[in-house]
Every structure is written in C-alpha cells, then in structure tokens.
C-alpha cells in the first residue's frame, strides 16, 4: 500500500558502490505534466505564472526554495518565494534568450537541490524564439522535420505533489480538478497526471540517473517519468498514458475523434478543455506492480487505444538512454554502460517490453 507522502526509490546497490551515490534517486507522488504551445506569446505566459501561483499556494510552506529565470538558487524567507512574472519573462525575450524557466521545490536546503529528489516540484520552460531541432541518429524523427514553426513548438509544466495532498478522500477529485483547470489555461497538445517519479532539481543530474530508474518503469506500469528535457519529442507524439491523459483535438482526430474517446464507456469519463480532452482512466490513479501480477486494466485500455500515438520505437530514448545487459553479475560496473554498440539491443528490446507493460 502507497503511503499518503509517497515513497522513495532507493540508490541501487551498483550506485552504491561505484558512484558512491546514496541518496534515493527518485521520489513517487502525483504528478502532471503539460506540453503546450505559445510560450512566446505574453497571454500563455500570464496563465503560466498563474499556474506558478496557485502551485506555490497548494504548497505553502512546504514551497521551500526556488531557481529563478536567472539561474539563482533562493530560499524562502519571512516574505515566501520570488515568483516567475511576465515582466521576468519579457527580459529573457529582450535578451534574445531562447527559454524563460523557473523551479520552485520542497528541499529544504541548497545542498538537497542538486541530487536530493523533493516531494514537491514545478519545473516550468518557456520556450521564447524559434529554434532548428537537429535530430542525431540516436534522437532520429523520420516522421517529423528537424525544423519545428515557432507557432508549434511546445513549451512544458511538471508539477508534482506529496499524494497527501489530496488522497484524504477518495477519489482524489481535487487533484483531476486542479489538472483540469490548468489544461483550461494552457490548452496543452498532451500531457498525463497520475503517478510518476520526482527526481532532482539539478537537471543534469537528474537525467545522469534516468537510466537507473527505467526498470522501475517496467514493475510498475502505472508509474511514469516524464520528460521536459526534449519536448519537442512531443509535438506531435504523445509520451505515454497515464490516470489522467490529455489530447488535443488534433491529435484525437488521429484515433477517431472524441466519439472513439467516448466508445471506451462510462468508466472512462471524459472532460473537454478549449481545443482538447483529458480521458480518466478509471475512478482513482492506480500504479499496479508486475511482480505481484496487479496490471491497472483501466490504463491498458487507454493504452491501446492511444498506440497510434506513440513515437517510433526508435525515438523512445526519452525513456532511457541505457539499460542494464540482463546478465549484468553482482560486478557490474554501471559507469561503463550504455556505449557499446551491443547496448542498443537491450535498449530497444526495454522499449518493446515497456510498450507490452499493460499485457
């Protein structure tokens, strides 16, 4: 059973003793995740930073430190947290700058921000001017130009919460209100809400370590780890499924429009935002566990229903970029993984087994 504040995912033990790493390298709560379009423009700004707000008001106290636009670490005084605003994001834009960004986390202090994973976080990129996307063999879209129109590229939000938040009822109907109403800002192209990991605010860091926390992707086929380092993978894809799971009209044309969303039946309701909609995947966020044979079936039919929206198999590196061979011993080295040639059989064999994760 999963704990009002969530839990964990401990360091393995080759982290352990190779990287000397020990703390968890990720934290499981509720969290969502919007891909939209229009950061340039100063209106989906504004309903950006509204977001930010309300955010940091659920949190209260627990809203501990921030990184601000300009790249300075804060912590919170007597006066709160600076907040991103329009005005922030307009000087990044007179400066040529090509994102406007902002994190506001629940670490407690500036030696946590970089490898501790918080409870709570928002990351926030605002994607300001036009910019070529070239894509190397490994990232290759041969479904999708390199050079994405300003007007579609995306822009993203990641908010996670401690489950407490909301689990003192079931079922948690204010959290699926709160995603809903940010979709009703940000008109997002897609997004997901539901289970998923929080890892480190230091983004560098944070990706170092994706690789060690994929197989936990495989056990639990309700848990996601969303990506905001490559959202262009998402303009015209979506990333997974989730409890909750956005589309916009476009890409709900792809499937059958919303008539084939409705076919799914009353257990799937469906919700309408200006120019999409979020499909609910049963009555409550569910994160399943193959180990013990428990598969959310809710999710596996939102699953199959959206396959046809997935990337390519070879464009799910936002997943992983490594994996551990399946004869990996007791010696392993994980620091000289994920280089040689061989590794891309395990790579893409981890992505067909996380695409059957609902089977």
């Known amino acids: 059973m999963i704990l009002d504040n969530g839990f964990a995912l401990p360091a ?38 509204e977001c ?33 605003d329009v005005k922030q994001v307009s000087k990044r834009q007179e400066k040529d700058s090509i994102t406007a960004s902002y994190l506001v986390s629940s670490n407690a202090t500036r030696e946590e921000f970089k490898r501790q994973p918080p409870k709570c976080m928002l990351r926030i990129g605002l994607y300001l001017k036009k910019r070529n996307v070239l894509y190397s063999r490994k ?44 979709c009703q800002r940000l008109r997002p192209v897609n997004g997901t809400a539901g289970w998923g990991v929080t890892r480190a605010c230091d983004i560098l860091y944070a990706e170092s370590i994706r690789a060690f926390i994929a197989p936990d992707l495989l056990r639990f086929p309700g848990l996601e780890m ?40 009353e257990d799937f309701p469906i919700a309408e935002y200006p120019g999409g909609y979020v499909i609910q995947a049963g009555p409550r966020p569910e994160l399943g566990d193959r180990n013990k044979g428990d598969i ?23 997943l992983t970029g490594a994996v551990l061979p399946p004869d990996a011993g007791p010696d392993f080295d994980p620091r000289v993984f994920g280089f040689a040639p061989e590794d891309q059989i395990y790579l893409h064999d981890f992505f067909r087994q996380w695409m059957h994760r609902f089977d």
């Open 12 to 49: 393995s033990d080759g982290m352990r003793k190779y990287l000397g790493i020990t703390e968890p390298v990720g934290q499981v709560g509720l969290t969502c995740v919007l891909y939209f379009r229009g950061g340039h423009l100063p209106e989906v700004q504004a309903k950006a930073c």
């Open 226 to 265: 969303p990506d905001t380092l490559f959202p262009d993978t998402f303009t015209e894809h979506i990333a997974t499924i989730n409890w909750l799971t956005m589309l916009n009209e476009e890409l709900a044309a792809r499937i059958g429009g919303p008539e084939r969303l409705r076919s799914l039946g």
């Open 52 to 84: 930010i707000r309300e955010y940091v008001q659920i949190l209260g106290k627990e809203a501990r430190c921030c990184l601000t636009p300009a790249g300075r670490i804060v912590m919170a005084g007597e006066q709160g947290l600076p907040l991103m």
């Open 139 to 182: 990232r290759a879209r041969p479904d999708m130009p390199s050079d994405i129109p300003l007007d579609r590229q995306v822009s993203y939000i990641f908010a996670s919460f401690a489950p407490s938040l909301f689990l003192v009822d079931e079922p948690p109907i204010p959290f699926a209100d709160l995603v809903l109403k940010w």
């Open 296 to 318: 959310p079936r809710f999710y596996a039919r939102v699953h199959e229903l959206l396959r046809p929206l997935y990337p390519p198999l070879e464009c799910m590196t936002y």
